[in-house]
C-alpha cells in the first residue's frame, strides 16, 4: 500500500495483471492487462479511472447535491483481500453511513465493492439499506477508457449481453458485459466537456483520449427502491483483445533460460493468445 498526500492506493497483482485502486471513492485507477495496455485514462488532474455513482446518478440528488452521489467522494475501507488463484485475486472495500455522508443523504447505508482481477477485471458494487426507512437509488459504473482517438471509435453489439468499444487508431477492443442495471450510456467529450464548474478540468486535447461507456441506471424513471435490509448489486465485467501490432510481445525464451540458470523451475503461460518475442 503506497500513502500520497490525498488517497491511499492499493494494488493487486496476479499472472493476468496488475490493478489499482483509489481508496477514496473505491475508484479504479488503472487495469493493465499482462501482455496488454493501460486500460483507464486518467489526466494530470486527477479525472478519469472508473468512479463509482451511488446513491444518484449525475444531478438526480437532492437540490444543492454534487453530482453522482456520495460514494466517490469518501473514504472506503479495505476489508478484504482473496487470493482465489495464481491466476484469480479479489480486493474488498466498504463505506458505511456515518455523520459525513448524512449530511448530503439522510439515511443509513453501505457500498461494498468487489474488485476482482483474472483473465479479466470484474467490479461490483453492492448497496445495502442499514436503516429503518426505504430510499430511491439511481447508480451507475462510469468509466473513462483510454483510447488513441475518440473520434474513430464505436461501440457495437450495444444490444448484446457482451458489447465493446472497439478503438481502430489504438488496435484493440475492449469487451464489456453488465449486470443490475437498466441499460448502458456512451458518452463522446468534445472540446467543452470539461470546461463547466461541475467536472474537474483537463487538458486542452484530453478529451480526444478518452471515452466513457456507462453502465447503471441513470433516469428517475429507472430508479428502484430499496427498503430495509435489502441489497442490489451492479457489475461491469472488462476485457482487453489487442491486435498483433498492439500487443507486447513475451520473451519466454529468456524466462526460461533464467529458471535454467538457478537450478530449475517452472515458467508458467497463463490462459490466452501470447506473441513470442523470439523462437523458443
Known amino acids: 500500500m503506497t500513502t500520497a498526500l490525498f488517497c491511499t492506493i492499493v494494488a493487486i497483482t496476479n499472472a493476468m495483471g496488475t490493478v489499482a485502486v483509489d481508496t477514496h471513492g473505491a475508484r479504479v485507477v488503472s487495469y493493465v492487462p499482462v501482455g496488454g495496455e493501460e486500460v483507464f485514462f486518467a489526466s494530470k488532474t486527477g479525472t478519469g479511472g472508473m468512479p463509482l455513482c451511488l446513491p444518484w446518478f449525475a444531478g438526480l440528488g437532492p437540490e444543492g447535491a454534487r453530482r453522482h452521489g456520495i460514494a466517490r467522494y469518501h473514504d472506503f475501507k479495505v476489508v478484504g483481500t482473496n487470493r482465489h488463484s495464481w491466476t484469480d485475486s479479489e480486493l474488498i472495500l466498504r463505506l458505511e453511513s456515518d455523520s459525513d455522508t448524512r449530511r448530503e443523504f439522510p439515511h443509513d447505508f453501505a457500498l461494498t ?148 540458470a538457478a537450478g530449475g523451475g517452472r515458467v508458467v503461460v497463463p490462459p490466452g493468445e501470447w506473441l513470442s518475442e523470439k523462437a523458443i
Open 113 to 260: 465493492v468487489s474488485v476482482r482481477l483474472t483473465d479479466r477485471l470484474v467490479v461490483s458494487m453492492t448497496g445495502e439499506n442499514t436503516g429503518d426507512s426505504p430510499f430511491e437509488v439511481t447508480e451507475a459504473i462510469h468509466p473513462y477508457f483510454s483510447v488513441a482517438d475518440s473520434l474513430q471509435c464505436r461501440v457495437v453489439e450495444e444490444n448484446s449481453p457482451e458489447y465493446a468499444l472497439v478503438d481502430p487508431v489504438g488496435g484493440r477492443t475492449l469487451s464489456f458485459s453488465d449486470a443490475g442495471g437498466a441499460g448502458l450510456h456512451v458518452w463522446r467529450p468534445d472540446a467543452n466537456s470539461h470546461l463547466s464548474k461541475t467536472v474537474a478540468p483537463i487538458a486542452a486535447d484530453d478529451w480526444m483520449r478518452f471515452l466513457c461507456v456507462e453502465n447503471g441506471r441513470f433516469k428517475k424513471k429507472d430508479a428502484y427502491v430499496l427498503k430495509p435490509g435489502e441489497k442490489r448489486t451492479l457489475s461491469r465485467t472488462i476485457r482487453l483483445s489487442m491486435t498483433y501490432a498492439n500487443a507486447r510481445p513475451i520473451d519466454l525464451q529468456t524466462r526460461i533460460d533464467a529458471a535454467a
